[in-house]
């Protein structure tokens, strides 16, 4: 089934510039990097309580961008299932979703899957069954060309 193009069109994101990503992560960093600095030159008090402050501050900022970044990606998300909604509410079905792609496993040379080794084991049963089946055809077909000459004699 053909879905309409929705009106929420979901853009991708933009490229993030080099400029947003010294801001967004690289601050952070150089508050970690001058806490430890601080802790290095100056391992009384004064070090240490600049080394918990800076590092404290450094890691907040990183978390507080990675949170918000979370958060947008979750705006889109919202928006896709609002798309779903509104495709329901004039159709009656909900909309397909595009196929996953499976795994696709490759195994080494040598290794046998349980299906693979049962398969085997039926074939090589078979096979036994057959060649006892012509024994005892054969046997039997012997079994009868002499009793049917010595009835001649």
Known sequence: MNQPESPHQIDPPPAQSV???IVRYGLGAVMVIAGIVLLIVSPAGLGFDGFALAVGGGLSVVLFNVLFRLGLSSE??????????DYFDEHGEWPEEPPRQGRVWTLPVGVVTYE??????????????????RDGAARDT????????????
């Open 19 to 21: 400029g947003t990503l």
């Open 76 to 85: 889109a998300d919202r928006l896709e299932e609002e798309r779903a909604r």
């Open 116 to 133: 693979q080794e049962q398969a085997r084991l039926a074939a090589r049963d078979a096979a036994a069954r057959d060649a006892a089946a």
């Open 142 to 153: 012997g079994a009868a060309a002499r009793d049917a000459a010595a009835r001649a004699a």
